[in-house]
Structures are given as C-alpha cells and as structure tokens.
C-alpha cells in the first residue's frame, strides 16, 4: 500500500513538473513578444473573416502581436503591403491567398532576412515556406461524389472557375478526372469572377449561362462566393426545381441560403474557416520557436449537405460547429506548450 502511495505522489510530482515545464515553455515564447503580419488576398465573404478569426484568437492566445493587411482582391496592392512588412522587420508572415508570381519573390526575400512564413491558400514556391491547406482534393470529390449520389452518371453541368488561385487549381484537377471517369458529364459551359461584388458578378454571368444552355441541371462552384451568384441566378430564372448547385466551404449566410424552401444549394465541402486561421498561426509560432513544420499541412474537410442542415436544424455556424463534432476542432499542429494558453 505505501508502494501504492508513494507511486501516485511522484506520478503527480511527475505530471506537476511536466505541466510546469510546459508552461514554461508558454512563458517563454510570450516573452518574447513576436509581432506577425498577416496579409491576405481575400477578404470577400464569410470564410476570409472567419479564417480571420482563428488567426486572432490563436494569436492573442500565444502571445503574438498581430497586424492585418488587406489587399481585397487586388493582387498589386497584396504584393505591395508584403514589401512593407518585410521592411517593417516583422518576426513572422502569415500569407493568405493570392497569387504565386505576385508574392514568390518577395516571400524569398523575407525567409532570407530571417522572417518566418506560412501560406495559406496561396504557393509561394519555396521549401522554407510550409503551405497550409484545407485538403482541397477531397473537398471537390466529396461536392462531386454527392453530385453523382443525387444526379446519376450522365448530367449537364455549368462550372465556374478562376484558375491561377492553388485551392480552385486543386479542385480542378479533381474535376477534370472526375470528368474523364464519368464521360456522361458534361461540362457545358465554365465561367467565373474574382471581382467584387463576386456573388453579383458571377450571377450575371450565370444568368447568361442558363438562357443559352436550359439542359444544365447541375452547377459546380468549389467556392461559396461563386455559388452564392449561382443561386441568385437560379432564383431570378425560377429555375429551384431543375438545377442542382454543389460547393465548397460553408458560412453562415450559405447556411441560409440552404435552408431556403426549394433551395437549389443541396450539398458543400468544408473545414471550419476559424481553425484554419488556428493551424495557420500555430504552424507560424512552431517556426519561430525553431520546431519542424511539413511542407504541406492539410485538414480533413465535412460533407455538409442540405438534408443533414434541415434534420439537424443547423441555422449557422456555432450549431453547425456543436453539432457536427468533426467540424469543431482539430488538433493540426496543436503541441501541448499551446494548448496550456486556452
């Protein structure tokens, strides 16, 4: 019995200590007060602010002070706020969509003067620069395998698309052999819009779309943005009951707009934006701290689909979150010295 005792007494000296060392270690990097950038490309729509979120509760969290840069889709003027920051002599870079020819260069220049960078959603093209991911591949076979489950093999589909953007290449490259398995799927018309208002913008062109092609029945949009104008366009033509839309990432609104009685939007593919703003701050904190970061770190994404929304009544984000359990947190590059901060 006192073998017994004295076991559990240095077990819990031993779990004390470790917990001590951990949060020493918390200690000692918020010590020393690293102030990050965060520059991104796009702000359009619920998933940039969400993501947007992540990165500033996982930054306070950690100690790190932030600072935002929002180039709002103008690709000039991200490249141009990167140039500032590498001069403003920031620790750590966090870079959030874009394009690679804009930023690779200037990204080169600031791991060469010691600044830490992580990208989100964007190649930089660099081995030092570890690219954080939601797993864009599965995303688009999951929005698509749903589109076979509800529609058969053999559908006209209407596709949008903005290639040069690496989440939207990756889902293409999907559905460009998803095409190839299903040869009674036909793509027949492509189109697609980064200019603001996106929604907007995409709708007329959809509009257009429709009236020169009324045998589509499905519309792919990997994107929530591109499907919002999808949906417009389906609702101003009446056409609820005959085409079918299937997306990527989800917000609150796009909840919404799913729920709608004879919503056309019947399925999406997500991670939950926030965690990826979480991933992406801890992947930036591990390198300044001197821990190894893979090259590419990706996390899971949920079918979320318009049935699972109405049985569950999920009416946004914070039920979708409660409800759904693989959509509410993630362990991604979560080390134990980080979790002692929450």
């Given at each position: 019995?006192?073998?017994?005792?004295?076991?559990?007494?240095?077990?819990?000296?031993?779990?004390?200590?470790?917990?001590t060392?951990?949060?020493?270690?918390?200690?000692?990097?918020?010590?020393?007060?690293?102030?990050?950038?965060?520059?991104?490309?796009?702000s359009?729509?619920?998933?940039?602010?969400?993501?947007?979120?992540?990165?500033k509760?996982?930054?306070?969290?950690l100690?790190m002070?932030?600072?935002?840069?929002?180039?709002?889709?103008?690709?000039?003027?991200?490249?141009?706020?990167?140039?500032?920051?590498?001069?403003?002599g920031?620790?750590g870079?966090i870079?959030?969509h874009?394009?690679?020819?804009?930023?690779k260069?200037?990204?080169?220049i600031?791991?060469?003067?010691?600044?830490?960078?992580?990208?989100?959603d964007v190649?930089?093209e660099?081995?030092?620069?570890?690219?954080i991911?939601?797993?864009?591949?599965?995303?688009a076979?999951?929005?698509?395998?749903?589109?076979?489950?509800?529609?058969?093999?053999?559908w006209?589909?209407?596709?949008?698309?903005?290639?040069?953007?690496?989440?939207l290449?990756?889902?293409?490259e999907?559905?460009?052999?998803?095409k190839?398995?299903?040869?009674?799927?036909?793509?027949?018309?492509?189109?697609?819009?980064?200019?603001?208002?996106?929604?907007?913008?995409?709708?007329?062109?959809?509009a257009?779309?429709?009236?020169?092609?009324?045998d589509?029945?499905?519309?792919?949009?990997?994107?929530?943005?591109?499907?919002?104008?999808?949906k417009?366009?389906?609702?101003?033509?009446?056409?609820?009951?005959?085409?079918r839309?299937?997306?990527?990432?989800?917000?609150?609104?796009?909840?919404q707009?799913?729920?709608?009685?004879?919503?056309?939007?019947?399925?999406?593919v997500?991670t939950?934006?926030?965690?990826?703003g979480?991933?992406?701050?801890?992947?930036?904190?591990?390198?300044?701290?001197?821990?190894?970061v893979?090259?590419q770190?990706?996390?899971?994404p949920?079918?979320?689909?318009q049935?699972?929304l109405?049985?569950?009544?999920?009416?946004?984000?914070n039920?979708?979150?409660?409800?759904i359990?693989?959509?509410?947190?993630?362990?991604?590059?979560?080390?134990?010295?980080?979790?002692?901060s929450?």
């Amino acid at each position: 019995m006192k073998k017994l005792l004295s076991g559990l007494v240095f077990s819990a000296f031993a779990m004390g200590s470790l917990n001590t060392v951990i949060a020493s270690e918390l200690s000692d990097f918020q010590n020393q007060k690293f102030k990050i950038a965060h520059v991104r490309y796009l702000s359009q729509g619920d998933f940039p602010e969400q993501y947007l979120n992540g990165v500033k509760k996982q930054s306070q969290s950690l100690g790190m002070k932030l600072d935002v840069y929002d180039a709002r889709q103008d690709a000039a003027l991200q490249r141009n706020q990167l140039e500032q920051v590498i001069m403003k002599g920031y620790d750590g870079i966090i870079l959030q969509h874009g394009f690679t020819d804009s930023l690779k260069d200037l990204a080169e220049i600031a791991v060469k003067n010691g600044i830490k960078v992580v990208a989100f959603d964007v190649n930089a093209e660099n081995p030092n620069i570890p690219q954080i991911n939601q797993d864009d591949h599965e995303i688009a076979r999951l929005s698509l395998s749903q589109a076979v489950k509800d529609n058969g093999d053999s559908w006209k589909v209407a596709y949008v698309y903005v290639p040069g953007i690496p989440p939207l290449d990756r889902r293409d490259e999907v559905f460009a052999k998803f095409k190839e398995k299903y040869p009674n799927i036909k793509e027949i018309a492509r189109f697609g819009t980064m200019n603001n208002p996106i929604p907007n913008q995409v709708a007329d062109q959809a509009a257009a779309v429709f009236r020169a092609n009324p045998d589509i029945t499905v519309a792919f949009s990997p994107y929530d943005e591109f499907a919002k104008g999808i949906k417009i366009a389906v609702d101003e033509a009446g056409l609820g009951n005959k085409v079918r839309i299937y997306s990527a990432d989800i917000s609150n609104s796009d909840i919404q707009a799913m729920r709608e009685p004879n919503s056309a939007w019947v399925a999406t593919v997500a991670t939950n934006p926030a965690i990826m703003g979480e991933v992406s701050v801890r992947a930036l904190a591990k390198l300044l701290k001197g821990e190894f970061v893979e090259a590419q770190v990706t996390v899971p994404p949920v079918l979320i689909t318009q049935e699972i929304l109405n049985k569950s009544n999920i009416k946004n984000i914070n039920e979708l979150i409660e409800k759904i359990p693989e959509f509410k947190s993630s362990d991604v590059l979560l080390e134990d010295w980080m979790i002692s901060s929450n």
